[in-house]
């Protein structure tokens, strides 16, 4: 089984349209959707929830306020400005507590307690002949990074069950812990960058990032010709520094059509759009057959 | 007025939103532009910035003295983030997974662990005109985690400045919510799209929360569908300003350029947006 990751350091450059697409394409697949934040890919498949588990991130720290006698140790000891003193009370700000226990340790009345909360959920779905594995991670919660490693696992479990040849995850935006943690051990991946001075800006920074994962990947631009002097640049930016550009994909209404009736937009075969995205899919299929065998070591998280 | 400016999903218009605003307001008061969205700072791209200001956001990790160390394991049985390990040859931190809680050092018996500083990315501050001040934070490659630098940028919020814009990461995970807390109000860019609507509503449930007041800016608008107007009608929260779907206007950002400025009539349309805030909030 090989992991395709399919990442962009800016959002809404084309991931989940990309990545529906080559999901259709590729027959024997299995999706994980670790855009954990805003979970899309899902909707676009029309999936229905066949299994659902939960998701325990970090633990919050808890302050008893009948045993706390004020004071005020924990508020001294806590890195992360989590403890707030307000009307003589002590209390732990929940959405800056990163759990680390410092403040449990040093409470001389045993006032304070880590406490395991639910942060969201996952689930294993399916549409037609596509399993696709998903998340949602509740509003305001970390260690999404956490909560990505489990849709990654849970994808491996079902697809080696479903004897499936490739897994595409669908990435998080961003360059932090959801994004790293969606191309960590994976086989390739996948970079969609667009041509506007922010994409350019934002590939960089993507680009130096899975290179410090040191995985082996490739470019792919949307909407290509909405700025043809910036894929330009985006071009000879890949070429100096030996970056294979996977393909072009051009501006197409079909794209916008094809999001709002939630089908892959590849479905609709004749658009300029699904023709670019089928090139892009037989460039994969020769990586994958061709220098497959160099990458050998690359199926598990 | 501190305003946060949003989204659910990524690419749908915060750093737009953030950056004509900002520029159009300065144009009748004093505004600072945030740039919080620390993975991806995009915010700079569109001006002339004199920077004078920089300063390292750093965390404290622990160093293990291993001829001190004993062995007894109290650090890594302690440490929540499986940052610290023990083995016979000695104690080894994984930096990557430290937090900087301090708490190994904490509990070590013998105090073989000592802290040394890594910085994890920056803050830079500067100049855009006299009545646009700007900050952006910057978080370094393979770093997990914003947070702590969204932290340190927003203590250089500028009180004096009539108006504080601070552009956001997209999502609702936590880098979000350290640049929503002791806001104002909150503008959420939206795209009318299925997907759009569904990160919208993510987004709201989180300021809702939050209980944080708050407005919608539909980017991307066209005749072709109204899911989130009838979104916003149930939810009871305000459309602010629809952008409409322009390639000219595509083409202004691909450029690096203030649409506004080339568009005058946008002007206006940011200028009611800030009227529309003030009013809701007082």
């Not at chain 1, 930016?237 to 996977?246: A, D, M």
Request: hydrophobic letters at 35%; a neutral charge.
């Amino acid at each position: 089984m090989k992991q395709i990751a399919i990442v962009s350091g800016k959002g809404g450059t084309g991931k989940t349209t990309l990545s529906s697409s080559l999901g259709i394409l590729f027959k024997n697949t299995i999706l994980a959707d670790c855009d954990v934040d805003a979970a899309n890919l899902n909707l676009m498949f029309n999936s229905k929830i066949i299994e659902k588990y939960d998701y325990y991130g970090g633990k919050k720290a808890v302050i008893d306020p009948k045993k706390c006698d004020g004071c005020g140790i924990c508020k001294e000891v806590c890195r992360f400005e989590a403890v707030i003193y307000k009307n003589n009370i002590y209390k732990i700000d929940q959405y800056a507590c990163e759990g680390c226990n410092a403040c449990v340790i040093s409470c001389p009345q045993k006032a304070i307690k880590l406490t395991e909360s639910l942060s969201g959920n996952y689930y294993y779905s399916t549409s037609e002949n596509k399993n696709i594995v998903h998340a949602n991670l509740n509003p305001g919660e970390e260690t999404s990074g956490g909560l990505v490693a489990e849709v990654r696992k849970l994808s491996i479990e079902k697809g080696k069950i479903l004897k499936k040849e490739i897994i595409l995850i669908d990435g998080a935006p961003g360059i932090g812990c959801p994004a790293t943690s969606s191309i960590t051990a994976t086989y390739f991946v996948i970079i969609v960058t667009e041509p506007t001075s922010s994409g350019i800006h934002d590939l960089k920074r993507i680009i130096d990032t899975v290179k410090h994962f040191k995985r082996n990947f490739a470019i792919v631009i949307n909407k290509y010709d909405i700025n043809e002097e910036i894929t330009n640049k985006i071009e000879e930016f890949c070429k100096t520094e030996n970056i294979e550009i996977l393909g072009k994909i051009p501006f197409d209404e079909t794209v916008e059509e094809a999001i709002l009736n939630t089908r892959p937009v590849v479905t609709y075969e004749n658009s300029k759009a699904a023709k670019a995205i089928i090139e892009i899919y037989k460039k994969l299929l020769k990586i994958i057959k061709e220098e497959g065998k160099n990458y050998e070591n690359s199926n598990s998280i | 007025m501190k305003i946060a400016i949003l989204s659910g999903k990524g690419g749908t218009g915060k750093t737009t939103v953030s950056t004509n605003l900002a520029w159009v307001l300065s144009k009748i008061t004093s505004v600072q532009l945030l740039d919080a969205d620390v993975e991806e700072p995009n915010d700079h791209i569109f001006f002339d910035i004199s920077f004078d200001h920089e300063e390292s956001v750093d965390l404290l990790l622990p160093v293990v003295n291993n001829e001190t160390c004993i062995r007894c394991g109290e650090c890594s049985k302690n440490c929540q983030f499986g940052a610290i390990s023990v083995f016979n040859s000695g104690t080894i931190v994984f930096e990557n997974l430290c937090h900087g809680c301090g708490v190994c050092k904490m509990v070590c018996p013998v105090n073989a662990i000592t802290e040394k500083s890594k910085s994890i990315g920056k803050v830079m501050l500067g100049t855009i005109s006299k009545n646009l001040k700007f900050g952006m934070g910057i978080l370094n490659i393979g770093e997990p985690s914003g947070v702590r630098i969204i932290r340190q940028l927003k203590k250089h919020i500028d009180n004096k400045a009539e108006v504080v814009i601070i552009d956001s990461q997209p999502g609702t995970s936590c880098p979000v919510v350290e640049t929503l807390r002791n806001v104002d109000f909150a503008i959420l860019v939206t795209e009318p799209t299925t997907f759009g609507l569904h990160d919208l509503s993510l987004a709201i449930e989180l300021v809702k929360e939050m209980n944080i007041p708050s407005g919608i800016i539909i980017n991307r608008d066209n005749s072709k569908t109204n899911i989130i107007d009838k979104f916003a009608e149930k939810e009871n929260i305000p459309i602010l300003m629809k952008i409409p779907f322009k390639k000219q206007i595509a083409k202004i950002y691909s450029e690096g350029n203030l649409f506004s400025k080339f568009l005058p009539e946008f002007q206006e349309k940011f200028l009611s947006v800030y009227k529309i805030i003030k009013g809701l909030i007082e």
